[in-house]
């Protein structure tokens, strides 16, 4: 098995899929880290998670209403 790394994960979605977005993280160690409203409809929010691989981004791409995805590398203060 692959170990597992820290990475932020940062979406951009419509509020209409939160419900999908939720549904596909919910197997994933994460801590919310911010949420913001970028305009009207579309919200932003940013996690910390604990994958193996780069696949979740993928799988967000797939919702329809997910503007954005993308994972960045990402050390946790604790792990210095």
């Known amino acids: 098995a692959k170990a597992k790394l820290q990475y932020l994960l ?3 979605y419509k509020n ?8 596909k ?5 994460k801590t919310l880290k911010s949420k ?3 305009t009207g409809e579309t919200l932003e929010v940013t996690y910390e998670v604990e994958v193996s ?9 797939q919702i329809k209403g997910i ?3 993308s ?3 990402y050390q946790n203060e604790i792990g210095l």
């Open 71 to 73: 994972l960045i590398t």
């Open 10 to 12: 940062v979406v951009t």
């Open 67 to 69: 503007k954005n995805a």
């Open 53 to 61: 691989d780069g696949s979740i981004v993928n799988e967000l791409l």
């Open 25 to 29: 993280l919910k197997n994933i160690k």
């Open 36 to 38: 913001s409203t970028v």
């Open 16 to 23: 209409s899929c939160e419900k999908e977005l939720e549904e």
